[in-house]
């Protein structure tokens, strides 16, 4: 038995982890947009502390009240 490769699966499958990889994304996401608009890359960080203040909040609201809805059976997909 490979213990650490299940470590790594149980690991990957975890809901903290799959929260992590949605908001890594959603960051990446207002990075482009942000650089899109400034001209030029804004950076990692800048894009990061700008999404954790400004956006957040309202996504992990939105997200979760989906994640919510579908736990409850709708078909409603995450955005």
Same mark, same amino acid.
């Given at each position: 038995? !490979?213990?650490?490769? !299940? /470590?790594?699966?149980?690991?990957? /499958?975890?809901?903290?982890?799959?929260?992590?990889? @949605?908001? =890594?994304?959603?960051?990446?996401?207002?990075?482009?947009?942000?650089?899109?608009? @400034?001209?030029?890359?804004? +950076?990692?960080?800048? @894009?990061?502390? !700008?999404?954790?203040? /400004? %956006? =957040?909040?309202?996504? =992990?609201?939105? #997200? %979760?009240?989906?994640?919510? #809805? =579908?736990? !409850? +059976?709708?078909?409603? +997909?995450?955005?």
């Amino acid at each position: 038995m !490979d213990t650490s490769h !299940d /470590n790594e699966k149980l690991f990957r /499958n975890s809901a903290l982890y799959q929260e992590f990889l @949605a908001e =890594r994304e959603e960051i990446l996401k207002h990075k482009w947009l942000e650089s899109e608009k @400034a001209g030029q890359d804004v +950076g990692f960080e800048k @894009a990061l502390l !700008d999404w954790i203040v /400004n %956006h =957040r909040a309202t996504w =992990r609201e939105h #997200r %979760h009240g989906v994640l919510q #809805r =579908r736990s !409850d +059976g709708s078909r409603i +997909g995450v955005s």
